[in-house]
């Protein structure tokens, strides 16, 4: 027998303004037709993520709330967003099994969101523009450029981190502490604006988060040594 929410369902989440915006909006659908995204085949993802909203707490206010705008609408999918979707175990180990990079984007990702959402007007309709992918024209320049070099000039920069590991076996080193080596020499000798001390710190940090404990120490006596010798044949001329 059919309940009285069942005969008279509240239609909220349904008729969600935001939801539907973000639905139509041109930009995205553009981009996800671009790149083929579908959701098609994780249909029983949907479907638990679908439930932990609804029976959370914001799911409950929501539709308790006298107050029926768009900025309400939008401010549900903000919370939830932020406080089940972000914060979920399960979605999170989901798409990392979908993705090798996605421990990595998260946290880009979940800020990018949350502005994009906070960003949203109605007046902009399906016309509303998303954040860019880059900060600026500056930064994008900077990446592809930096992407470039590494590439071009790796076998180089591999030469020269090889000459320098004296007692070390190339073959026993990390693959990914030789990478970030590589990266690393191709923005202290493409970019001269970026002091020295800036790129070896930056690099060292990042092998401490994506090497071995030891790399940080064993990368910053490798591009320590290679930088005075880089300086003594007047390659880089900076601090």
Not at 50 to 79: M, P, V
Not at 83 to 93: A, D, M, R
Not at 174 to 179: C, E, G, V
Request: proline share 3%; hydrophobic share 35%.
């Amino acid at each position: 027998m059919p309940t009285p929410e069942d005969l008279t369902p509240n239609t909220r989440l349904i008729d969600n303004r935001f939801i539907k915006q973000l639905a139509d909006n041109e930009a995205l659908n553009q981009y996800v037709t671009a790149e083929g995204i579908s959701w098609a085949n994780d249909e029983d993802f949907i479907k638990q993520v679908l439930e932990l909203i609804l029976a959370s707490d914001i799911y409950a206010e929501y539709l308790e709330n006298q107050e029926d705008n768009y900025e309400t609408d939008r401010e549900f999918w903000r919370q939830i967003f932020k406080k089940i979707i972000c914060s979920s175990e399960y979605i999170e180990e989901y798409l990392e099994d979908k993705s090798i990079y996605w421990n990595d984007d998260i946290a880009i990702v979940e800020t990018f969101v949350l502005k994009t959402i906070k960003k949203f007007k109605e007046t902009e309709g399906s016309k509303q523009e998303l954040l860019p992918m880059f900060k600026d024209k500056e930064d994008k320049v900077f990446a592809t450029k930096l992407f470039h070099q590494t590439i071009l000039k790796g076998k180089e920069y591999r030469e020269r981190i090889s000459k320098h590991m004296k007692n070390w076996e190339s073959e026993r080193i990390a693959n990914i502490d030789m990478l970030i080596m590589q990266v690393a020499l191709a923005e202290i000798m493409t970019f001269p604006t970026i002091p020295t001390n800036v790129s070896l710190n930056e690099y060292i940090d990042m092998a401490k988060y994506y090497s071995t404990p030891k790399s940080g120490t064993f990368i910053n006596g490798i591009l320590d040594s290679i930088v005075n010798e880089l300086k003594n044949e007047k390659l880089i001329l900076k601090d």
